[in-house]
């Protein structure tokens, strides 16, 4: 896998790379999203990118990040289950 290159954001990690498509990884504290586009689909170099991303892509991802990063602190606060079974051993 290629890196193409980084968008500059304050709180997110923005990476272009290029694995026989373009991948657009966007990268929280804990949870990140990676959108997969063909070339035919109008990514294909940092500019591209930039547009998507200015196009609402942004707001969507920060957004689904924010939910993913809550849904993933709820189950991570949640206390281990006991095993139901006695260890033999």
Request: net charge positive.
């Amino acid at each position: 896998m290629r890196i193409v290159g980084t968008i500059p954001h304050p709180k997110l990690k923005i990476t272009l790379m290029h694995h026989g498509r373009f991948l657009l990884k966007l990268e929280d504290v804990d949870v990140e999203i990676t959108y997969r586009f063909r070339e035919s689909e109008g990514v294909a170099n940092l500019e591209d990118a930039q547009r998507a991303l200015d196009l609402g892509l942004l707001q969507d991802a920060e957004r689904t990040l924010m939910e993913m990063s809550s849904a993933r602190k709820r189950y991570a606060a949640m206390p281990p289950k006991r095993n139901e079974f006695p260890t033999i051993i």
